[in-house]
T-cell receptor
Framework: RKEVEQDPGPFNVPEGATVAFNCTYSNSASQSFFWYRQDCRKEPKLLMS???SGNEDGRFTAQLNRASQYISLLIRDSKLSDSATYLC???????????????FGTGTLLAVQP | GAVVSQHPSRVICKSGTSVKIECRSL??????MFWYRQFPKQSLMLMATSNEGSKATYEQGVEKDKFLINHASLTLSTLTVTSAHPEDSSFYIC??????????????FGPGTRLTVT
């Protein structure tokens, strides 16, 4: 089982639509969760961290369910510029002096249509 | 935000040759750097963790003798793909973590290096 799993999509939505992405993770010891955005042939860029109580940043809302090991990202009022791949990212804790690491999901491709 | 550079951005090499990719943190000192590989339509796969002044730690399935990592200074890590084969063609991305942030997971990514082995 992959450490972080996402629906690869693509999600094709019209401008102005609301779209939701889901992600599950397998390591119950993970403590930090993120959504990254990656444009084609570019490096990933941090979109937002995900907090236990849920958090919002403008049109973006992230939710975390630790019991179900489930993370979500909601995008409201989609813009053409939101078209990208959205990566769910979870930390893998380091033990015995090992470095903690970020593990990336396969990403969900979003295409916002005019 | 913090800046991480990679060089070269794109490289084409012949099968059997070696290629070196540099990753630099430009405005901060990075005690830890990470190397990722991304194949088309796949996610970033962590290859190795590089700590300044010590040997890199490789992820399972990554050949340490093929992917040589050197982190000789707090601002530079290099990845050398030795005896490259066409299946090594990929997008290689590094990231750097500032010091004193062991309990957080802040990482800054370089722009990536696209390697094509012919």
């Amino acid at each position: 089982r992959k450490e972080v799993e996402q629906d690869p999509g693509p999600f094709n939505v019209p401008e102005g639509a609301t779209v939701a992405f889901n992600c599950t993770y397998s390591n119950s010891a993970s403590q930090s969760f993120f959504w990254y955005r990656q444009d084609c042939r570019k490096e990933p860029k941090l979109l937002m961290s995900v907090y236990s109580s849920g958090n919002e940043d403008g049109r973006f809302t992230a939710q975390l369910n630790r019991a179900s090991q489930y993370i979500s990202l909601l995008i409201r009022d989609s813009k053409l510029s939101d078209s990208a791949t959205y990566l769910c990212v979870v930390n893998r804790p380091g033990y015995g002096g090992a470095t903690n690491k970020l593990i990336f999901g396969t990403g969900t491709l979003l295409a916002v249509q005019p | 935000g913090a800046v991480v550079s990679q060089h070269p951005s794109r490289v084409i090499c012949k099968s059997g040759t070696s290629v070196k990719i540099e990753c630099r943190s430009l405005d901060f000192q990075a005690t830890t750097m990470f190397w990722y590989r991304q194949f088309p339509k796949q996610s970033l796969m962590l290859m190795a963790t590089s700590n300044e002044g010590s040997k890199a730690t490789y992820e399972q399935g990554v050949e340490k003798d093929k992917f040589l990592i050197n982190h000789a200074s707090l601002t530079l890590s290099t990845l050398t793909v030795t005896s490259a084969h066409p299946e090594d063609s990929s997008f290689y991305i590094c990231s750097a973590r500032p010091p004193d942030r062991g309990n957080t997971y802040e990482q800054y990514f370089g722009p990536g290096t696209r390697l094509t082995v012919t």
